[in-house]
T-cell receptor, first 115, second 117 residues
Framework: GNSVTQMEGPVTLSEEAFLTINCTYT??????LFWYVQYPGEGLQLLLK?????DKGSNKGFEATYRKETTSFHLEKGSVQVSDSAVYFC??????????????FGQGTILTVHP | DAGVIQSPRHEVTEMGQEVTLRCKPI?????LFWYRQTMMRGLELLIY????????DSGMPEDRFSAKMPNASFSTLKIQPSEPRDSAVYFC???????????????FGPGTRLTVL
C-alpha cells in the first residue's frame, strides 16, 4: 500500500537558516505529492504540490521537487522566518482508481524557528 | 469563499455522552473527509464521502463512531457513547475532482477539539 516517511523532528533553527525536511514515499502508479502546513490551533493548509515527475512545487519561498527515481519530495527553504514555525506534513494522493482523492500523510515534522 | 466550516470549535463532554460534530464543505466540492489528530497516532483518516456516499470507512475506530452526509452541504460525525480515549482534534476536509479528474487538493476546516472527561 501507499506510505509516506518524513524525517523525524522536531527541527529547531535560527532565523534565516536553510531548511530541509526530507520526505520519501512508497506508492503504486503515479501519485501526486503535497506539502501541507499546520500553524498552531489551525487546520492543515496546502503549501505546495507537484503532480508528475520532475515537477517543482513552490510557494512562500518553499520548494519541493518530485523525484521519481529516488521516490522523494524534500521540502526546502533558503531562509526561514519565525513565522514559519509550524508542523509540516508530506502527503501523497493516487489520482486514479478506487482510492481517488484519498491522501496518505506522513507523521508530520515540527519546525521551530528562533529569532 | 468561506472555506470549510466546522462546529463546534471546542467540545467538552463527560464519558458516556453522545457527541455530534458538524461540517459544511466548500460549495461545489464533491469529496468530504473526516480526520482525527492526536499526539500519539498523528493524523488518521476516519471516513470519506463522494457525492454524499461513503466510499471508505475503514478508518472508523469502532461502532461507537458513525458519519452521515445527508446532502452536499452538510456532514456529521457522531460518537455514542463517548470515551476519554476519543479526546482529539477532529478535522473535516473537502475537495473537488472536476471534469478532468485531476484535482485532489484537500481543503481543511479549523477542526473541533473534543475533550471527553
Amino acid at each position: 500500500g501507499n506510505s509516506v516517511t518524513q524525517m523525524e523532528g522536531p527541527v529547531t533553527l535560527s532565523e534565516e537558516a536553510f531548511l530541509t525536511i526530507n520526505c520519501t514515499y512508497t506508492a503504486t502508479g503515479y501519485p501526486s505529492l503535497f506539502w501541507y502546513v499546520q500553524y498552531p490551533g489551525e487546520g492543515l493548509q496546502l503549501l505546495l504540490k507537484a503532480t508528475k515527475a520532475d515537477d517543482k512545487g513552490s510557494n512562500k519561498g518553499f520548494e519541493a521537487t518530485y523525484r521519481k527515481e529516488t521516490t522523494s519530495f524534500h521540502l526546502e527553504k533558503g531562509s526561514v522566518q519565525v513565522s514559519d514555525s509550524a508542523v509540516y506534513f508530506c502527503a501523497l494522493s493516487n489520482a486514479g482508481g478506487t482510492s481517488y482523492g484519498k491522501l496518505t500523510f506522513g507523521q508530520g515534522t515540527i519546525l521551530t524557528v528562533h529569532p | 469563499d468561506a472555506g470549510v466550516i466546522q462546529s463546534p470549535r471546542h467540545e467538552v463532554t463527560e464519558m458516556g455522552q453522545e457527541v455530534t460534530l458538524r461540517c459544511k464543505p466548500i460549495s461545489g466540492h464533491d469529496y468530504l473527509f473526516w480526520y482525527r489528530q492526536t499526539m500519539m497516532r498523528g493524523l488518521e483518516l476516519l471516513i470519506y464521502f463522494n457525492n454524499n456516499v461513503p466510499i471508505d470507512d475503514s478508518g472508523m475506530p469502532e461502532d461507537r463512531f458513525s458519519a452521515k452526509m445527508p446532502n452536499a452541504s452538510f456532514s456529521t460525525l457522531k460518537i455514542q457513547p463517548s470515551e476519554p480515549r476519543d479526546s482529539a482534534v477532529y478535522f473535516c476536509a473537502s475537495s473537488f475532482r472536476g471534469i478532468s479528474g485531476s484535482t485532489d487538493t484537500q481543503y481543511f476546516g479549523p477542526g473541533t477539539r473534543l475533550t471527553v472527561l
